[in-house]
């Protein structure tokens, strides 16, 4: 089946530590996104990329990095710089300007 | 700067009330428009979304939308909820003709529909 997968669901970090999300499609799609969702703040956008070995800030990238060296993955490092780092992360694809898929989340939590 | 206005951030009705979520935008030029919905527990999915032509366009569960770009409005509307349509709703706004090809969310609505 095509679509977006992110791994792990739940993911427990120690502070102090750095931690990566992955993120993969196989739908073929060029644009990639990571988002951070957290209660009554709807989407808000960290990095996104439109293309392979190219990708900008969003948002609210303080705190994070990402690379983009296959079509098909674009994993987000959530570094010791993240000063609230526990949230609900969102990635998604999307075939130039058309329609976003969501993968179905990384809840991170800082213990 | 570009931005997605939803104006309630929470809505509470009950079963077989109308339904009707403003969404509006601050963009002049072409624009692509989408409605999400995530249900509890699950990933966000698209209800229907504009490109061009009809500005009425139908989305699935019986949902609807009309784009009125003279008030770069674009309101997701349902004649009759059910208790399943209970989960959050999201505007999002494609501006098009830069390089820029992210989406512009609005903040999301939080609909409760009571048995």
């Known amino acids: 089946d095509g679509g977006i997968t992110q791994s792990p669901k739940y993911l427990f970090r120690k502070e102090g530590q750095n931690v990566t999300l992955s993120c993969e499609q196989n739908?073929?799609?060029?644009?990639m996104y990571w988002y951070r969702q957290d209660p009554g703040q709807g989407l808000r956008l960290i990095y996104y990329?439109?293309?392979?070995?190219?990708?900008q800030k969003g948002d609210i990238a303080e705190g994070y990095s990402v690379s983009r060296e296959k079509k098909e993955s674009f994993p987000l490092t959530v570094t010791s710089a993240q000063k609230n780092p526990t949230a609900f992360y969102l990635c998604?694809?999307?075939?130039?300007?058309?329609?976003?898929?969501f993968g179905q989340g990384t809840r991170l939590t800082v213990v | 700067a570009q931005s997605v206005s939803q104006h309630n951030h929470h809505v509470i009705l009950s079963e077989a009330a109308s339904l009707e979520l403003g969404c509006n935008y601050s963009?002049?030029?072409?624009?692509?428009l989408f409605w999400y919905v995530q249900y509890p527990g699950q990933h966000l999915q698209l209800l229907l979304k504009?490109?061009?032509?009809d500005p009425l366009v139908k989305g699935i569960k019986g949902f609807e939308a009309e784009f009125i770009k003279s008030k770069f409005s674009f309101n997701l509307r349902k004649p009759s909820v059910q208790w399943s349509d209970t989960a959050e709703y999201f505007c999002?706004?494609?501006?098009?003709?830069?390089?820029?090809?992210?989406?512009?969310w609005g903040l999301g609505t939080s609909l409760a529909v009571n048995p």
């Open positions: 504009y490109f061009s032509g």
């Open positions: 963009y002049g030029g072409t624009v692509n």
């Open positions: 999002a706004v494609n501006a098009l003709g830069g390089n820029n090809r992210k989406l512009i």
């Open positions: 739908l073929n799609h060029d644009a």
């Open positions: 998604a694809s999307s075939l130039y300007t058309d329609e976003a898929f």
């Open positions: 990329s439109q293309i392979v070995n190219d990708f």
